[in-house]
């Protein structure tokens, strides 16, 4: 089994698109790869520092909100109308962030890299919490994945687990080391959720060779760090924990705590050999298969230790193996990209959902995404999402999936195409002869769009 241009573009993209070619090759995959990020400069997102200064505002005006209450009288409404005021423009920018993102995906031909973004997005967790974070998990991935997405995987590591966005939403702020003047005079204590997630999830694996008391010093390593006031990390040596620490046996830190020691501990964790493999089987189970070929994850493992944790050299292998291009497609496109393979395979243009109202948005986008099981950035913890086929085809699931395959496309502002063009176009060649009977038999173009969309073919990849 070798390369095989319908597969490259379903299982490693979004699918085809009208206009854009699919893959020629592996290699032509790895150099778009390799090349500028031109999706990002197209659709622009803003990282966190960007946006701090929105966070601020809100910051004060709950502070401001608390301080009318407490005094009463008319000052109470209008400070809450300011705060509320803030908040729905926050809630504007996280749409036309989504947006954005859609775009990226519906109408790139560096299909691969998107994906890989998904998937290492996937992969660091992060869920806004609060007030004044609860709209801007978008930054992260523009400042943690995109830009280390074809670099090392220790540099995407780093930069995830000093985020302020994952520091949030990991309790990391109110974090102190053991030993730290705050934690002795109880006025903070140890946090290990940091820690925990680092070592479970982001590295070793559930399985890895980690123990409580490893989870515990490497949370005392942590303790310190904090937000500065341009929105970057800070770390202060009071909140730390005097060293050292051992973590999987070997000794981290000194009596002054330092970044620079939690950094040398990062670099370590990830090359243990438990990482590798821990990131060789996800990265083969999302793409590939839910029970991925042994071999197929020795490869990946083995890419990995050798290239010192190079994801350039970890796509090669993945993309070079034959088990990438078997031609059973097993796995289940997730909410997201069932939506986005859509828009990308109906051609809708970018300007067309640019321009959508809210409501509309709403309509076509966050409410279904929700049905379908995958409200938008809001996953059930930190592991992320399910990645296991069976967890997406429910009966209510498909109901929802079948429902917008239906109905979105006619809400679009856009011409539908012809059911006997769209049928080759979305479906590559892949049609049953049931579907491309049931298609081309259709009375409309949304009944013959709709039966495309919702066919077994099109759900897989």
């Not at 109906?346 to 509309?360: C, H, I, N």
Request: glycine share 8%; hydrophobic share 40%; charged share 25%.
């Amino acid at each position: 089994m070798s390369f095989d241009p319908n597969i490259a573009q379903t299982r490693f993209g979004y699918g085809p698109r009208l206009g854009l070619d699919a893959p020629k090759s592996v290699s032509q995959m790895l150099d778009m790869l390799a090349g500028p990020d031109t999706q990002a400069e197209r659709f622009p997102i803003p990282g966190f520092v960007d946006i701090y200064d929105h966070l601020k505002e809100v910051k004060q005006l709950t502070i401001a909100v608390r301080k009318a209450r407490n005094k009463g009288g008319p000052a109470v409404e209008k400070t809450i109308a300011a705060r509320k005021k803030k908040y729905a423009q926050m809630n504007r920018k996280r749409e036309a962030w989504f947006i954005s993102t859609l775009n990226r995906c519906t109408t790139t031909e560096d299909a691969f890299r998107e994906r890989l973004v998904r998937f290492w997005t996937d992969h660091f967790t992060v869920i806004g919490k609060g007030p004044q974070f609860r709209s801007v998990a978008s930054t992260f991935s523009e400042d943690v994945v995109r830009p280390h997405v074809n670099g090392r995987f220790v540099d995407m590591l780093k930069a995830s687990s000093t985020h302020p966005v994952m520091l949030h939403f990991l309790d990391q702020f109110a974090s102190a080391g053991e030993g730290s003047k705050l934690a002795m005079q109880g006025k903070r204590s140890l946090n290990e959720n940091l820690a925990r997630e680092i070592l479970e999830l982001h590295t070793l694996g559930v399985d890895g060779a980690y123990t409580q008391k490893d989870v515990r010093s490497f949370a005392n390593l942590l303790a310190g760090f904090a937000l500065g006031e341009d929105g970057r990390y800070r770390f202060h040596p009071r909140k730390g924990n005097p060293g050292p620490e051992v973590v999987l046996g070997k000794r981290y830190g000194r009596k002054k705590p330092r970044v620079d020691d939690v950094f040398e501990a990062l670099e370590d964790i990830a090359r243990h050999p438990d990482t590798a493999r821990y990131i060789a089987t996800k990265l083969a189970t999302h793409f590939v298969s839910d029970i991925p070929d042994p071999d197929l994850v020795r490869a990946l493992s083995g890419s990995f230790i050798e290239s010192d944790g190079d994801l350039m050299a970890l796509y090669e292998v993945l993309l070079n193996h034959p088990a990438a291009w078997a031609p059973e497609r097993n796995k289940v496109k997730q909410p997201f990209d069932f939506v986005a393979s859509s828009v990308r395979a109906l051609g809708v243009p970018e300007g067309t959902l640019t321009a959508m109202k809210r409501k509309q948005r709403n309509l076509v986008f966050f409410g279904p995404l929700k049905l379908m099981g995958q409200q938008w950035e809001t996953p059930n913890g930190p592991d992320g999402w399910p990645e296991d086929s069976a967890h997406w085809i429910t009966p209510q699931g498909l109901a929802a999936r079948i429902q917008w395959a239906v109905s979105a496309p006619s809400a679009l502002d856009f011409k539908l195409p012809d059911p006997r063009d769209f049928v080759e176009t979305a479906l590559a060649g892949q049609a049953s002869d049931a579907t491309d009977f049931a298609a081309r038999a259709a009375e409309t173009r949304w009944e013959g769009i709709g039966i495309i969309l919702s066919s077994p073919e099109f759900q897989r990849r």
